[in-house]
């Protein structure tokens, strides 16, 4: 089971002004326009909601923005409050604004607070054990021994190179390791770098964590609501990967940047999947990681050209179905310490496998129906067994006998089917 806890306990504070935000006033100025434009009629504390930032640095901009008329009060909100509205000329200015960047999500984290909070929730001050590995596997039979390899790695936290035949489980391995670490991060919605406002929170790889656990003592120092509490994160990219993706992506329509992968899977794992069929050869894609794997710091192009050295502190996992002497030199091999061959089960497991699949699918196998499998589709064809064999070929059973309505038994006739179907192309 994962372990809920932030890292090292790293909570950021709220700031309580611009200076402990560490963002220039103009920055946060065109924040509060833009906000503003898009939610007319606003409260000065749902737009300080919004940003992230204490309402009384939002309604000092706000009441500044009064005295250059370029704000009104619609009328009288609680707590003091007013509902603001953008004048002609307040919107003129927003409209400007948005021409440069449309972005106005959560105010921004300076690199410089970025990069201390990476120092404090690396996964190398996480140190796994054996029982964190088997929870990290558990909706796996992953036998010791691999675990046994595995280990070291995951306590290393910086590279590992999985490689063997396809279908035995790598990209699921890879999927999970990070589990192993157990604690949640603190991530930032978006970074301030360069003179660039860059997003890192990715819903479609970062899954948020509620603060229901905080202890009562931390509940008085409030939560910097630029930051959102999260799973460690894991990133995988496959065959897709471009070289573009790993520096700063720019949306010049919307104005926007958007961090690269290695920036979101900070505190987490990065997993390049079918290493060696990307649009690149492999040796440009391996010496892009170089520097980061040996001093833990990534060079990163900003829009214009300009580099910003970033932290690179996840563990990068490399998986491929080739051979990994055919894809890279030994001088790399020896950056990346720790290489696991993933090899095809034993009969045993395999057996293992059949039985737990059908147990899972609801599935009662007839006696003697596993030995044919083995010996009749397998030994006799000089087939290879294979990690996800047991569960395809169970799910084909499940799915036949559904559709025809039988009772879910695996016999003979039932496994010659489902092997004709299934390796019909393999």
Not at 86 to 96: D, N, S, V
């Amino acid at each position: 089971m994962e372990d809920p806890r932030p890292a090292r306990r790293f909570r950021p504070k709220e700031p309580r002004d611009l200076q402990e935000a560490g963002l220039p006033d103009g920055l946060v100025e065109g924040l509060v326009a833009r906000h503003l434009y898009n939610s007319p009629g606003a409260s000065g504390r749902a737009l300080a909601h919004d940003i992230g930032l204490r309402p009384r640095i939002v309604i000092r901009i706000l009441e500044d923005f009064k005295m250059r008329r370029l704000v009104v009060h619609r009328s009288a909100a609680a707590m003091g409050d007013f509902y603001y509205e953008l004048t002609e000329e307040g919107r003129e200015m927003a409209r400007g604004l948005l021409k440069d960047s449309r972005y106005a999500g959560p105010a921004p984290v300076p690199l410089s607070q970025y990069v201390e909070s990476v120092k404090l929730q690396a996964i190398s001050t996480e140190k796994p054990k054996m029982p964190q590995l088997r929870g990290a596997f558990a909706d796996l039979n992953v036998p010791d021994s691999v675990l046994n390899r595995i280990g070291p790695a995951v306590t290393h936290g910086k590279g590992l190179f999985m490689y063997g035949p396809p279908g035995n489980g790598k990209t699921s391995l890879a999927e999970r390791i990070t589990r192993a670490y157990g604690s949640t991060v603190y991530l930032p919605y978006a970074i301030y770098a360069g003179g660039h406002i860059i997003q890192v929170f990715d819903p479609a790889v970062h899954v948020p964590v509620d603060e229901s656990d905080v202890q009562p003592g931390q509940r008085g120092e409030r939560l910097d609501r630029r930051w959102i509490r999260c799973r460690r994160p894991t990133v995988i990219v496959g065959g897709e990967l471009t070289m573009d993706a790993l520096d700063v992506a720019y949306d010049e329509v919307e104005g926007i940047c958007e961090a690269p992968i290695q920036v979101k899977a900070n505190c987490g794992t990065l997993v390049i999947d079918d290493f060696g069929r990307q649009r690149m050869q492999p040796d440009e894609l391996l010496n892009r990681w170089i520097v980061p794997l040996e001093k833990q710091v990534d060079f990163i192009a900003l829009p214009g050209g300009r580099k910003e050295a970033f932290p690179f502190e996840c563990l990068l996992v490399f998986s491929t179905n080739m051979e990994p002497k055919d894809l890279v030199d030994e001088a790399f091999l020896r950056r990346i310490p720790y290489k696991l061959e993933i090899t095809d089960p034993d009969e045993s497991t395999f057996r293992a496998l059949l039985d737990s699949q059908c147990r899972k699918l609801g599935m009662t196998m007839e006696e003697g129906v596993a030995d044919y499998l083995i010996s009749t589709h397998f030994r006799a064809r000089g087939r290879p067994m294979r990690y996800c064999h047991p569960r395809d070929l169970m799910l084909q059973v499940a799915n036949l006998r559904r559709f025809r309505e039988e009772e879910p038994v695996v016999d003979r006739e039932a496994i010659d089917e489902a092997v004709l179907l299934y390796f019909s192309l393999l």
